[in-house]
């Protein structure tokens, strides 16, 4: 059991969930091929992408989901039908990373301003 980050996070990314995550488990892929998938501009701080959750360290403790201004997390079990791909594509970015690119993309804080 998981949640997951949904399509909403995309032009979106303002980060508010990863300030409450026990086991800092979000990445930040910047991959701007989301955006032309889903039609939506970049981020306000000119961001591609989105953040996805590491489904083999999330914990499921839900204290993310309240957090996110426009309501992209959801537990695994509850996606919306809309958004079922959301579950692989947080699955597979997260497989996808090397070490390296783990340390680099872990996402912890919100943006300096
Ligand atoms: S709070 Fe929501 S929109 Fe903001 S980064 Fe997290 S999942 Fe994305
Ligand atoms: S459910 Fe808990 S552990 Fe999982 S991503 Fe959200 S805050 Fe982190």
Redesign the pocket.
């Known amino acids: 059991m998981a949640y997951v980050?949904c399509r909403?996070?995309i032009g979106?990314?303002?980060?508010?969930?990863?300030e409450v995550c026990p086991v800092d488990c979000?990445f930040n892929i910047k991959k701007k091929k989301y955006n032309d998938q889903f039609g939506v501009g970049l981020s306000p701080d000119g961001e591609p992408g989105?953040?996805v959750i590491d489904p083999d360290e999330c914990i499921n403790c839900g204290a993310?989901e309240g957090?996110?201004?426009?309501i992209?997390?959801y537990e695994d079990s509850g996606v919306p039908e809309e958004f079922q791909q959301f579950v692989k594509i947080n699955e597979e970015e997260c497989a996808s990373l090397s070490d390296d690119e783990r340390d680099q993309t872990r996402c912890t804080q919100k943006p300096s301003k």
Do not use: Q
């Not at 957090?67 to 426009?70: L, M």
């Open positions: 980050v909403p996070c979106t990314k303002d980060r508010s969930c990863v979000f989105m953040l993310c957090e996110c201004p426009v992209a997390i």
